[in-house]
C-alpha cells in the first residue's frame, strides 16, 4: 500500500506545481491588465484548489505510513538533528498543509467575486503557496529529476 500511494504522491506533484504555476501567473496577468475575474478563471482555480488538497490528502495518508516518519518518531530528538528526518517528520506536511490553507482561503475569498480584486488576491496567496511548495519539496527523490 505504502509504494503505490508515494509513487501517486510523486506524480501529482508535477500537477500541482503546474496548475498552481499557471495559476499564479493567470492571476497576475489578469490583475495586471485589469481584468474582471471569469468562469474560465474560476476554474482554473478550482483545477488548482482539487490538486493541492487531493495531494495533501495523499501526503497525510503517507505521513502515518512512511517508515521514515515511523523512524523519526522512534527518537524525536534525535531525528530533528537529522535534515532529512527533520523534513519527512516536520518541514514538509507543515509547509504543505500552510500552502493548502493558502490556497483554500484565496478560493473562499474569491469564489463569488468577480472584480479586478480577485485576481490580485488570488495572485498573492497563490504566489505564497507557490512559493512554499517549492520551498519544501524533496527534489532528490522527485522521479524524473533524480
Known amino acids: 500500500m505504502y509504494s503505490p500511494t508515494l509513487n501517486l504522491h510523486h506524480y501529482l506533484a508535477y500537477a500541482v506545481v503546474l496548475l498552481v504555476t499557471l495559476f499564479t501567473f493567470y492571476s497576475l496577468w489578469g490583475w495586471l491588465a485589469g481584468n474582471a475575474s471569469t468562469a474560465k478563471d474560476k ?6 484548489f482539487i490538486a493541492v488538497h487531493l495531494q495533501f490528502t495523499i501526503g497525510l495518508v503517507l505521513y502515518f505510513l512512511s517508515p521514515t516518519v515511523q523512524q523519526a518518531f522512534k527518537d524525536f530528538g534525535l531525528a530533528m538533528k537529522s535534515s532529512n528526518l527533520r523534513l519527512y517528520a516536520v518541514e514538509h506536511p507543515l509547509v504543505m498543509l500552510i500552502a ?20 490580485r488576491t488570488n495572485f498573492i496567496l497563490y504566489a505564497i503557496a507557490l512559493l512554499l511548495i517549492l520551498s519544501r519539496i524533496p527534489w532528490a527523490k522527485w522521479p524524473g529529476l533524480s
Open 43 to 48: 476554474k482554473l482555480g478550482l483545477a488548482a
Open 100 to 119: 493548502a490553507v493558502l490556497v483554500t482561503v484565496a478560493r473562499i475569498r474569491t469564489k463569488r467575486n468577480d472584480t479586478n480584486t480577485a485576481h
